[in-house]
């Protein structure tokens, strides 16, 4: 169903309209947006280009998100990479993301190194998630550690993968613990595996049964697993399959997404 939108809003955009046809090109970035906002692609695409004219490196990496934003990833590089040019630490980030979408691993380490030296926190953080996906674990941990210490769950999940397989239970216990703290329900799970396997059920059997509450599937196999093993099937239910582990942390494996800027250079 359409968005009705209010008298107030029908004056904001006549008056945007009219600016930005007097030449106003901060009226101009703002109408392109909210047009986006109203979804009418065809006259947000006039408008950006319109407040792209002067080189506005917000403008640009608006331009960019916006293309990318309707799957056209290789016409909006360009104008992410001239943003990034002229110093827009967003533009940067969104062209990394844009040249991994594109199957650029280089160019996508370049922009994100370059993101991040510009201090965007979010370029820091894909860097080390595809630092970790190129098997470059040694570069990887220090973004992917910041990453965890600003409380995001993947990329906690993914150094107590790391260091579980390294055979670090320590160092993976730890970051599994921030990992489930901050709601990834697959760290809980995986967490809860490591302890049953050091000889801490009663704690492993307390997550699982919170996560299997939770609705979390692989919880509620281990949980029926555990109790099953006991001879508790009363409350396992049905016999089930064998532990479940998560190799890949929720939202690890999906693009990042390109961002825009705000509504005002």
């Known amino acids: ?51 792209i004219s002067a080189g506005n490196p917000q403008a640009l990496t608006n331009y960019g998100a916006f293309l990318g934003g309707r799957g056209q990833h290789r016409e909006g590089l360009p104008f992410l990479v001239a943003a990034a040019r002229a110093g827009d630490v967003l533009g940067a980030c969104n062209a990394g993301v844009f040249c991994e979408i594109l199957g650029d691993d280089d160019g996508a ?27 470059r674990f040694a570069e990887a941990a220090p ?6 210490e600003s409380g995001h769950a993947a ?19 730890y970051w599994y613990r921030v990992a ?7 760290a809980r799970n995986n967490l809860g595996l490591l302890l049953d396997r050091t000889g801490r059920t009663a704690e492993a059997l307390r997550l699982w049964r919170a996560g299997a509450e939770d609705g979390h599937a692989d919880s509620a196999d281990n949980l029926a697993r555990a109790l099953d093993a006991t001879g508790q099937r009363h409350e396992a239910g ?15 494996s999906a693009r990042p997404s390109p961002r825009r800027g705000s509504s005002r250079p």
């Open 143 to 148: 973004w992917l550690t910041a990453a965890a």
């Open 238 to 252: 049905p016999r089930s399959r064998p532990a479940a582990r998560e190799r890949r942390p929720s939202g690890s």
């Open 109 to 135: 380490e370049h922009w994100f190194r370059a993101a991040a030296a510009g201090g965007d926190a979010l370029g820091g953080r894909w860097l080390g998630h595809l630092l970790h996906r190129l098997g």
């Open 1 to 51: 169903m359409a968005k009705r939108h209010t008298k107030a809003d029908r004056r904001a955009l006549r008056w945007l309209l009219t600016r930005a046809e007097a030449g106003d090109l901060d009226a101009a970035y703002d109408l392109a947006l909210e047009y986006q906002r109203r979804n009418d692609d065809v006259h947000a695409d006039h408008w950006h280009r319109v407040a």
């Open 180 to 186: 489930a703290s901050c709601g990834d329900a697959g």
């Open 155 to 173: 990329s906690a999940h993914l150094l107590a993968l790391h260091h579980e397989d390294d055979g670090d239970d320590f160092a993976a216990e």
